[in-house]
């Protein structure tokens, strides 16, 4: 039987495989593409798995640090610090005394001891004059009123008198000082050094102990 076609129509055709520069530039292309894809993947998947293996030496390691610190229990905490710290009172005769230093970082709560960076002492008598006294480090404890200061600890008197040695004991409710490292002094009236010293009273007593030596200094009268 044989097929007619209809009026108006065009008899169907099979489609035929496009000829021409337009198919072979796209075949080019393709191929092209293809090759470079046979060399890219393979470089792409030695490059991740390279990434793999080094990232963890080189990336930044924030997230360790995220662990420790939520890890971290606050409780097991046994040391404060604070900057300028003030500690005052007054002794059983209402004589007023001051410790201040740089900072204070607590060291036994127990005995309410700290470690003092620069302290400062001040002991004041009752006519108003007294002595001060600082050194590099010290340690305070609160519990008895004992400060001691080490590295190059430096008395000052308001009459002009002054003394330096390594290390010293303060008693600074009572207002005594002892000290058994080598002691040297100077003032209006001549120097003074010793194998140590023994202060009472805020300075109102000092003795220096051991091997002294005393150089004393005579006012020349004005001549007439």
């Known amino acids: 039987m044989s097929q007619r076609a209809l009026p108006g129509s065009q008899p169907l055709s099979r489609p035929r495989n496009l000829v021409g520069p337009a198919a072979r530039l796209m075949q080019a292309r393709y191929s092209r593409f293809v090759g470079l894809m046979k060399m890219a993947l ?12 080094v990232w963890p030496k080189v990336a930044p390691r924030d997230h360790a640090f995220q662990i420790a610190f939520a890890n971290f229990n606050l409780k ?15 002794d059983d005769k209402n004589l007023p005394f001051t410790v201040t230093a740089d ?3 607590q060291v036994d709560a127990q005995t309410q001891a700290v470690a003092l960076e620069n302290p400062v002492a001040d002991l004041t008598r009752k006519d108003g004059s007294g002595i001060v006294i600082n050194s ?9 009123g004992t400060l001691d200061l080490m590295g190059h600890v430096d008395l000052f008197q308001d009459s002009g008198y002054e003394m330096h040695t390594d290390s010293a004991r303060i008693e600074v409710g009572a ?5 058994d490292d080598p002691t040297h002094g100077h003032g209006p009236t001549g120097t003074i050094e010793g194998e ?5 009273e805020r300075g109102k007593t000092i003795i220096f102990t051991g091997k002294s030596k005393a150089v004393l200094t005579m006012a020349k009268g004005k001549s007439k």
Not at 136 to 144: E, T
């Open 42 to 53: 393979p470089a792409i998947a030695a490059a991740l798995l390279g990434l793999v293996v």
């Open 76 to 90: 097991a905490v046994d040391t404060l610090s604070m900057t300028k710290p003030r500690y005052f009172g007054t």
């Open 103 to 105: 900072t204070a970082t």
């Open 136 to 144: 590099d480090v010290g340690f305070f404890r609160q519990k008895d």
């Open 175 to 179: 207002g005594n000082a002892t000290g």
């Open 196 to 200: 140590g010293f023994r202060l009472w």
